[in-house]
């Protein structure tokens, strides 16, 4: 059985920063690319990071500069990390494994709550 499990949302002032987790259990990380999405109410769901088998990076523009993502692969854990957080980062930001061999082998984590205040 596969599960993914996120953790580290809250709430944060702007400027503020956040590590968001996300724990996998029945899959190794090591043939999967990892990704962090993100969905704001009423807007669709958007890719925000993801790191390649290899360890190469990409993200949205939006966040170039401000987030890193990194795992460990010994213990299937993808980080976010958040700094210079923005009112418009406030979202539901979820964690996704999609194998890089097969990759109608995808998954999904239930999501945790980011939320940028003053």
């Known amino acids: 059985q596969v599960q993914l499990v996120e953790s580290g949302g809250g709430l944060v002032q702007p400027g503020g920063s956040l590590r968001l987790s996300c724990e996998a259990s029945g899959i190794s990380f090591s043939n999967y690319v990892i990704g962090w999405y993100r969905q704001a109410p009423g807007k669709e769901r958007e890719l925000v990071a993801a790191?390649?088998?290899?360890?190469?990076?990409t993200y949205a523009d939006s966040v170039q500069g401000r987030f890193t993502i990194s795992r460990e692969v010994a213990w299937n854990t993808v980080y976010l990390q958040m700094n210079s957080l923005k009112l418009e980062d406030t979202a539901v930001y979820y964690c996704?494994?999609?194998?890089?061999?097969?990759?109608?082998?995808?998954?999904w984590g239930q999501g945790t709550q980011v939320t940028v205040s003053s």
């Open positions: 790191i390649f088998t290899g360890g190469t990076t």
């Open positions: 996704n494994a999609r194998n890089f061999y097969n990759q109608g082998r995808d998954y």
